[in-house]
T-cell receptor
């Protein structure tokens, strides 16, 4: 069964460093999302992406964040200058669009900022 | 604004039924979902219901929706130890015109289900 994959599973970085989290969505899906879950808190929407542009972003998704689909298969989230409060589990999700409303989630990348 | 609330913890014995409850505030929600998260794993879609339905059954899972009270529940029949996980309810609004439409999910706090053998 097709699945969303994410790499790395765990990333440790120092405050102020740039990180890139990678996702490979399901191949025929058209809509892509990033969510994050700070330990013990709700899963929060960050950004959605369709047709090579951002469809919607939350207030969390400030100028330090960017997304890209560089090669038609990967979907990346970049954090330019990480802060301690960026430590969280980051989930990528995709769905087919049209009647394919089910969002499929990857296993997540745990980002630890020290 | 959009808000989804759940109770934090539920403990049941193996073989019993579990009922996990959720309340939401946005009456214009179109779809309501239940996701399961096992330790160290991602979010697995269990089931969903359209807001124009009041019940959906899928094997051991029964979803009940009370739109008037904005209350959603997930009943798991014959609960097994493998059902131990965190269960999230989520809502979304999807316009009929899908082109370019986002389908962001608003999640609840999650309910930790502990199944005792």
């Amino acid at each position: 069964e097709p699945e969303v994959t994410q790499t790395p599973s765990h990333q440790v970085t120092q405050m102020g460093q740039e990180v890139i989290l990678r996702c490979v969505p399901i191949s025929n899906h058209l809509y892509f999302y990033w969510y994050r879950q700070i330990l013990g808190q709700k899963v929060e929407f960050l950004v959605s992406f369709y047709n090579n542009e951002i469809s919607e972003k939350s207030e969390i998704f400030d100028d330090q964040f960017s997304v890209e689909r560089p090669d038609g298969s990967n979907f990346t989230l970049k954090i330019r200058s990480t802060k301690l409060e960026d430590s969280a589990m980051y989930f990528c999700a995709s769905h087919q669009g049209g009647l394919g409303y089910e969002q499929y989630f990857g296993p997540g990348t745990r980002l630890t900022v020290t | 604004g959009e808000d989804v609330e759940q109770s934090l913890f539920l403990s049941v014995r193996e073989g019993d039924s579990s009922v996990i409850n959720c309340t939401y505030t946005d009456s214009s929600s179109t779809y309501l979902y239940w996701y399961k998260q096992e330790p160290g794993a991602g979010l697995q879609l269990l089931t969903y219901i359209f807001s124009n339905m009041d019940m959906k059954q899928d094997q051991r899972l029964t979803v009940l929706l009370n739109k008037k009270d904005k209350h959603l529940s997930l009943r798991i029949a014959d609960t097994q130890t493998g059902d131990s996980a965190i269960y999230f309810c989520a809502e979304s609004k999807v316009p009929m015109n899908y082109g370019g439409a986002t389908n962001k999910l608003i999640f609840g706090t999650g309910t930790l289900l502990a199944v005792q053998p």
